[in-house]
Nanobody, 124 residues
Framework: VQLQASGGGSVQTGGSLRLSCAAAGFTGSDLAIGWFRQAPGKEREGVGCISTSDGSTHYADSVKGRFAISSDNAKATVYLHMNMLKPEDTAVYYC??????????????????WGKGTLVTVSS
């Protein structure tokens, strides 16, 4: 199983970025994919999750209305669309995956498979 997050970079406050998470090696195409982030000196926190089975999503309150998660099942890729970025969004962003078995908690304990992170820096 492989998960590869990409698309990080530097952006100014109010800007947008799209992160990608390419998934490979899972048995079956229906997955739960979660996005998480860890800022310097802080604990990892959840950003949101998606079921690639039906596209349903859950988001952390801190990103609701600004971030959106989508999936392209043909490409086995999940996207994190980040808009209206703030300096406090600066973090290393990770994606994690599991075979879809219905909604469980959208937190790091729900995922066994993790990709390497991609850094997002938002400057004021």
């Amino acid at each position: 199983v492989q998960l590869q997050a990409s698309g990080g970079g530097s952006v100014q406050t109010g800007g947008s970025l799209r992160l990608s998470c390419a998934a490979a090696g899972f048995t079956g195409s229906d997955l739960a994919i979660g996005w998480f982030r860890q800022a310097p000196g802080k604990e990892r926190e959840g950003v949101g999750c998606i079921s690639t089975s039906d596209g349903s999503t859950h988001y952390a309150d801190s990103v609701k209305g600004r971030f959106a998660i989508s999936s392209d099942n043909a490409k086995a890729t999940v996207y994190l669309h980040m808009n209206m970025l703030k300096p406090e969004d600066t973090a290393v962003y990770y994606c994690a995956g599991e075979p879809w078995e219905g909604w469980g908690p959208c937190n790091s304990l729900s995922f066994d498979y993790w990709g390497k992170g991609t850094l997002v820096t938002v400057s004021s």
